[in-house]
Nanobody, 114 residues
Framework: QVQLVESGGGWVQPGGSVRLSCAAS????????MRWYRQAPGKERELVAS????????NYADSVKGRFTISRDNAVNTLYLQMNTLKPEDTAVYYC???????WGRGTQVTVSS
């Protein structure tokens, strides 16, 4: 059974940093591309970042490019999202997603506020 468990969210001040983790189990993690999505209150879900199965190729939404870094450690079946220079508009629930077929984690809340 596929399980994706996000952690690392919380409250952070503008300009701060947070690292999200996603522990994966129930499938061969190293075989699948992964993504981070987010959904802010009252807004549609947004693709934040994606990474290939080997980690060799990454892509980012324009809104986070240069501030966020997606990475993975296939040895420990974990996906990461390093978030720097956070802004209030980054406040959202962040979801870890496995591709092909898609599975979603339950999400972790990130709140950026002074």
């Amino acid at each position: 059974q596929v399980q994706l468990v996000e952690s690392g969210g919380g409250w952070v001040q503008p300009g701060g940093s947070v690292r999200l983790s996603c522990a994966a189990s129930g499938f061969t993690f190293s075989n699948y591309a992964m993504r981070w999505y987010r959904q802010a209150p009252g807004k549609e879900r947004e693709l934040v970042a994606s990474i290939t199965s080997t980690g060799g190729i990454t892509n980012y939404a324009d809104s986070v490019k240069g501030r966020f870094t997606i990475s993975r450690d296939n040895a420990v079946n974990t996906l990461y999202l390093q978030m720097n220079t956070l802004k209030p508009e980054d406040t959202a629930v962040y979801y870890c997603v496995k591709l092909g077929p898609m599975y979603w984690g339950r999400g972790t809340q990130v709140t950026v506020s002074s």
